[in-house]
């Protein structure tokens, strides 16, 4: 059974970085992507990026881009999101996900790492 | 692709019908097409991929159907833990995917 566990919550100053992880159990990194979402309070769900790990290729959303990293390491099934540059208003729950079933779907959901700026 | 979801809010009763929608600013490939419910505190969950397929473990009153531009999913008769809120979501073949910006199914 496929699983995702992420790292902690964190508590971050702004101007800082924050390296977030995601780690699959049950099942290895396959042409499958890894995708990351982001929820800010109260908000609805908002595509950071996919990396397909064995293909090491990533896509970001056009405003993470330069300001956010996805990796891959295959031999401890581990998918890394680090975002540079804290404001403010990158406080939110940040999540991994990936599909299972589909290519195209995101079956398999971590638990969610709260990451919060402030000063 | 830009997904606008409606209504912003649904608010009806146990047993009633709901049905959301979820318009694309382009044309989306079926299979490219997931809806998700999320519950407070909680990561989202799969309903339903390829606009119309129950993921596993999902109950039959959930159903997706649609192509092109609109799609919807439908829920038969609303159980009291049904009452979330509902993304939709497309893959994005040439890159970025995308949520809705979500539906939320209260009680009434």
């Known amino acids: 059974q496929v699983q995702l566990a992420q790292s902690g919550d964190e508590v971050k100053k702004p101007g800082s970085s924050v390296k977030v992880s995601c780690k699959l159990s049950?099942?290895?990194?396959?042409?499958?992507?890894v995708t990351w979402v982001r929820q800010a309070p109260g908000q609805g769900l908002e595509w950071v990026g996919r990396?397909?790990?064995?293909?090491?290729?990533?896509n970001l959303a056009q405003k993470f881009q330069g300001r956010v990293t996805i990796t891959a390491d295959k031999s401890t099934t581990t998918s890394y999101m680090e975002l540079y540059s804290l404001r403010s208003e990158d406080t939110a729950v940040y999540y991994c996900?990936?599909?299972?079933?589909?290519?195209?779907?995101?079956?398999?959901w971590g638990q969610g790492t709260t990451v919060t700026v402030s000063s | 692709i830009v997904l606008t979801q409606s209504p912003g809010t649904l608010s009806l009763s146990p047993g009633e019908r709901a049905t959301l929608s979820c318009r694309a600013s382009?044309?989306?490939?079926?299979?490219?097409l997931s809806w998700y419910q999320q519950k407070p505190g909680q990561p989202p969950r799969l309903l339903i991929y390829?606009?119309?397929k129950r993921a596993t473990g999902i109950p039959d009153r959930f159903s997706g159907s649609g192509s092109g531009t609109d799609f919807t999913l439908t829920i038969s008769r609303l159980e009291p833990e049904d009452f979330a809120v509902y993304y939709c979501?497309?893959?994005?073949?040439?890159?970025?995917?995308?949520f809705g910006q979500g539906t939320k199914v209260e009680i009434k």
């Open positions: 049950g099942g290895t990194f396959t042409n499958y992507p």
């Open positions: 382009h044309s989306v490939g079926s299979i490219y």
């Open positions: 990396i397909t790990p064995v293909l090491g290729n990533t």
């Open positions: 996900a990936r599909g299972v079933t589909t290519l195209y779907s995101l079956d398999v």
């Open positions: 979501h497309q893959y994005g073949i040439s890159p970025p995917a995308t």
């Open positions: 390829g606009a119309s």
